[in-house]
């Protein structure tokens, strides 16, 4: 089985957000419930000053800390779906321990008071034990592995899109979405993004494109001393998350 | 165990089997979706019903980017950039992918509606009482055949906005011919981005936005384009920057801003200049390129002996230098750009000198080299000439028409439409052909080089200068919101009847009298040449991907319905064109003869693939000599009068760095702009003027890249994300540098207070250090008062406010650009 | 005997009505506001997951571990003059536990699956499946041991057993819930294997707190008409302890500030000094909650007056409360990797609903109280009836 692994290349990002539109679309993601998100960090001053960005999705690491701590086994890392994290709805209370244990803030609890009111889940209401049900919602559904809408009181996440991914060829290296046979099984982050910043294949695979663009772009982690180990990689500079700091308030 | 395992093996075996299949049966199918429906249950997913794709062009921005919608019983859930597009090329900005949010976008109109209370106001409820849409087309029509018949047909006039080809904007010509209106249609070009467009008519002859050959290109200057957030087309932009910043060797990249933003934060160096200052920065750039000696000499030209002696401050003697495609270049030294120092610059901008030298030396010694620009250094009293001298750094270095440069684009080769308007004119139509002036007055004495001024009409008419208006219909359009002093539209459309055909509720429908609401673009069948692009000539087609969810239809309908109950021959021509589909299916027996590099030759196959297009662009430049396409390669040598023709369209037929253009109406600009008409053909340092005086702030409102034709102000999902960089996820926020807050004891999230010389707005404001202390930026999309449900949640509607309320209605005088970001503005806590 | 329980008569009627109509009331609160607005009822969101609700629940659950440790002094190290508190102290940790359970049950999004999900998933990687097994053991104990209790089966060795195995109950239950925090190494601010000890202390304090209380509303707040062991415990070791277990705690508090402040971990040093300690709730909480009680009670003078010793209990009744809101919402108000989108500290106040559910807590724990003082004995001790040698090397034993 492959091990499904991400690169994101930072000097090709753009900052843009279509990987999160496109992933909150194809996965019908409430507004703020975004499993993929782009994050914006400024430092310094006018006329020096700097801005930059990293895309997040879930970092699906080998190690995952949200595994652990899981009580009843609903969050697990498939080692026969690539490696993937997921959540599985019929078994998660939502007690959100794993929301506390994931050192990447990837992981979300829709039903909270919503980021934009008024609140979608009023506007389409919940059918069939959703927790919303939109007009627009796309056709995939498996709720062992948290794909489609999430039912009320559970943590969802980025599932690599496996609905798509689940359907590629087996042994194949790279899932790129320039080979038309291919197209419908990239994730939706990667197979939109514009500047072609993201790359999606097997890391189990020495051959894979991903493994050389690691090799040769020094590919990072994102914050490896955590011990999570993701399965994203990020090349070029601005891989690093700066720590939080107070903002001037006066 | 080994049971289980052998099973799960077999299982994902004929899954991918199944896909793999699919696949090969052809790429126009989809693949993966129609493979989950043979997934066995088992394997825990399921899939919904079988899923079809249809071809679509995204409807969020002038670009025009290939869309494959997804569409599964019935509902469309997914949209991604049509692979076979050559501007999508498979991929979407962000707001491609909002379509589905607003295709299902609960606050959308449902049928045709008539106005019940006569009261028009912003907290005037209309009293909707819905219509049929015969009873709409009869009313409309009667209104307009009253109005003929009266010899007042000039007093209906037709405003758009996003026009995107024939079978819309396109039917406007013979209306105005044939009903007999001059107004038809006001465009929005003057609200837009016509500075460019004027600076390049100015310089090089055409009127028009670029094609660029960004992938080819080794060095970029961008004034003030918002390059990495709304420029167009983004999404391929965005193609070619991963493709720059990643090719041997790497495009260097320096942006010229007068805010920090994602462009200048992605570029190899940026330079922050003071609003509407961009063209000093362009003038000392172009002046160190010509005392260093780093023009293109195959290009511009040399002096005769190949000794330099451009010094500052001093004169040339014209004869010593020999021009090749440009004219005037010493008279530009001698009369403007010998003064235009770096330090002068300094002075101006605020840019140290020594980071202009920087950068005028690495765009002067690197080829191929361009210098793009927008509205930024544009919307100014000055913008033109910001433009013109932005604009010039392109001939200095070459690459007008050469590969990695810019160039203009093609047109599609469409058929004939399926009648003549002149062959439909009655006595009415010919009587009242040049009688009027437009309501607007572009094209007169008033805005000489200007094709539409549709900021001057609600002024105009309210002043009844040179004449009030009884009807005017919108499409696409919201002026009474988008308008620089907007409330002026107000109370015009008070005082008129009005026709909106948005499909959503706006502000321009508060105050409509009748409402024919529009399909969204997910719904309708349209066409839609391209947008300046990479110059070889392209148009896409919008197929439904559903039958309209509720009562609506296409704009181009609307017109030939409401045409054809107009008396006399115009009903009959209107009954010749019939629909848009019968247009569209004339006008695609063009294809026939020149059938598209994707095969598309007619209507089915425009259908199916969504777009036609025939590469390559016709000409190139390649060290001073400029080639024909011959079918086969750039082989063909042209003439100069070719090249006049063609490319070059200036009185000279070359590249005039003293603007014969210009020089037609000196006088004007002597009067409008104070310079001596003698001057008055040069790219130049004019000051701006300020609206607002002596206010301390410049008040700027860029577009995000969320920022989706003025709608995703009622998208919740855009609201989530609008404004990263200060994390605007419920609304957007005034970005301001403390030390400018701090000065007026305000704290970050403070709600304060924005003052112009027309009114105040409000907004809340969050600190952003990196900004220009004397610039403060509210980027451009919350403030809707009337636009639905999100628009208004939260207080979205009041703080912010609309920064077009206090937007002072002032155009540059030569391209008529309304000046939006060059407001002078107070800070208050509110 | 027992004459001067006043929760027997009309007074305890009427607080046990009084409670009930509290804990029906803001039960029907939360409850509608659920079934109306899902968990959107709750200011807990994706950035805060965990709110007062989860504090409330680890108060109660901390509280009933502290009085279960109390109950081990004359139960588990038979210092025999602490009799009189243990049927009480049993009680109260069953009941504060009970109480607890049902507000994280209200808090959870599914409360019947965990019901089967977690025995099922055996996930033993998990301190919150030990939560659940050794939770679920110290109420079992706890029950047991009452019944022994019920049973005036105080020194058979089968009790002394089953008081063993409940005292290790209670300390693994609280020292495991200590680390569901303390182990997560994401969470700076909680990070700390010594957490336990917090807990332990914490929780004691709070017992002890919750004990002294309801001790005196068992008998109006009159300690004449108490037993005379039960004063003598009152007027001598108890409040010693009380005062030691207070200054201990402070102890430890200040030292996590200590180290907390130092660090130059923003997720540490920011969450004292610019939520906890810029809050002016957390001051009043830590000088009025635990500062003032243990100097009140170091006095010698003052720590056996009755007045005084309700004073401190309800004083660190609040403070301990406090206490723990700040310490589960702190470890979460500095936003973790969310760029701008979190443009400062984190924001969270309780919502009504989740207030609600501390309130129902709150009267839950009433309501059980009331009805235990009128069914049960809950003073019942053997010293009331024990030889008087017995209650000499009792208080000998206390004094050593």
Redesign the interface.
Known sequence: MAKWGMVI?L??C?????C???C???NNTL????WQ??????E????S??????P?PCMQCEDP?CV???????TYKDM?AGGIVFVDWN???????C???????V???????????????N?FPGENGQ?WS?????????W??G?GVQP????SKCTFCY??V?????GVADLD??D??L???VPACV???????RYFGDLDNPQSNVNRLIGNKRGVRL?DE??NRPQVYYLGAGAG?P???????? | MNVLKAL?TRR??L??SG??GV?GAG?AK????T??TS?PKTA??????Q?RVTKNICHQCPARCGINVYT??G???????D?GNPIAN?????????G??F??D?DRFKGPMRRTNPRKGRNEDPGWEPITWEQAYDEIAGRINELRKNGESHKFAHFYGRGWGPSDAGLYGAWGQLIGTPNSAIGHASMCAEGSKRAKAATDGNNSYNAYDYRNTNCMLIFGAGF?EAFRP???I??D???M??KSPKTRVTTIDVR???T???SDRYL?TKPGTDGAIALAIAHLMLTEGLWEKDFVGDFRDGRNRFRAGQTVRAFEFEEKWTHGLVDWWNNELKDRTPSWAESVTGVPAREIIEVAREFGTTRPAMAIMERGPTAHTNGVYNGMAIHALNALSGCMFAKGGLFYQMGPSYGPGPANPADYMDDIANEMRGKYPRIDMARTERWPFTAHMMQESARNHNAGDPYKLKMAMFFSTNPIWTAPDAPEWEKMLSEIFVIDTSPFPGETAMFADIVLPESTYLERLQDSPTYPFEGWPMTALRVPAIDPIYDTTEFGNMMIEIGKRIEGPTGEYYRRIDSVENLLRHIARGFADNPGDNGVNDFESWKEKGVWYRKPYHWRQHRGVFYEWDGEGYNRVMSEEEVKEKLIKTASGKFEFKSSHLEGHADYIQRELGIPSARVGYPQWVEPKHTGGNRPLHFVTPKT??TAEGRSGNI??????QQ??V?G??RTYLEV??QT??DRG????DRVRIRSDLGTIEAYVR???????DTIVLPYEHGHWAQG??AT??GRDRTPGNPNEITANVSDPISGLACYYTGKVDLERA | MNDGNVMKGGAGTGLLVISLLVMVASFGYAASSLATH???A?????NV??GQPISTYLYFALASSGLGLLAAIPLVFRVKAYYPIAKRCIFLAFIVLVSGMAVLAME????F??LW??P????V?????W??VLYLLDLLFLMWKFQRLEGKDWDSKAARQIGIASFLGVLLASGNLAL?FGM????PFWFDGSLPIYFYLTGIASGMAALVFYTYLAYGFKREAMPEPLQRLLTGNLPVLFAALLGVTLLFVLVRMVTGLYSN???VS?VWS?YILASPVYHLSLWGGLLLPFLLLLSPNLRVQSGVQVLCSVLVFAGLFAERYFFVVG??V????????A???IHYTPSAAEWSLTFMGAAMIFVLYVLGEKYFNLSDSPVTTAAPETSRAATAGAGA
């Open positions: 290349d000097d090709k753009t900052g843009c957000q279509a999160t539109t496109a909150g679309m194809e507004p703020g419930e975004n998100d782009v994050l914006f960090y400024s310094g001053e006018y006329p000053g700097q801005m930059k960005w990293l997040r800390s652990h701590v899981c009580p009843t086994r609903a026969n078994k998660c209370i939502g007690c959100k321990y929301m506390i244990a994931c050192p990447y803030g992981r979300f609890y829709a039903d909270e008071k919503p980021l934009v009111e008024p609140d979608l889940k506007i927790l939109p007009p627009y919602q796309g056709p995939d559904e498996d062992r592995r794909i009320k009181g559970v943590v609905h798509r689940s359907k590629a060829p087996e979405e320039d038309p046979e197209v419908e099984f197979r939109t993004c514009p500047p072609k910043a914050r955590t011990g998350v720590a939080f700091q107070r903002r001037e308030r006066s | 799960m994902r075996f899954q991918v896909a793999a696949a790429a989809l693949v993966g979706f493979a989950a997934t825990g997913a399921q899939a919904r019903g899923t599964t019983n509902r469309v859930h997914a949209i991604y950039g692979p498979g991929k979407l900005c962000p707001k491609g992918h909002l589905t949010y295709l299902y609960p990495l983004y999404n391929k965005m193609q920057w991963g493709h910043r990643s920090m933003n994602p200048m934060a992605a922050m890249p969320l919740p999902h855009a609201i989530a994300i990263p960089i994390g996820n419920d540098h403390p807050a701090r305000i704290r970050d999230g600190f952003v250090p990196q900004h220009r202390p449900r999100w949640g939260q | 899902g968990h959107a709750f200011n807990a969101s994706s997951p965990w959870l999004g599914h409360t699956r965990m999900a977690i099922f998933g055996m996930q990687q998990s301190a919150m499946f939560m659940g569901i997560m190494s994401m969470r971990m923003p997720e920011l610019d470890g979460q500095i936003p973790l990797f969310k760029g701008t989108w443009w400062d500290i």
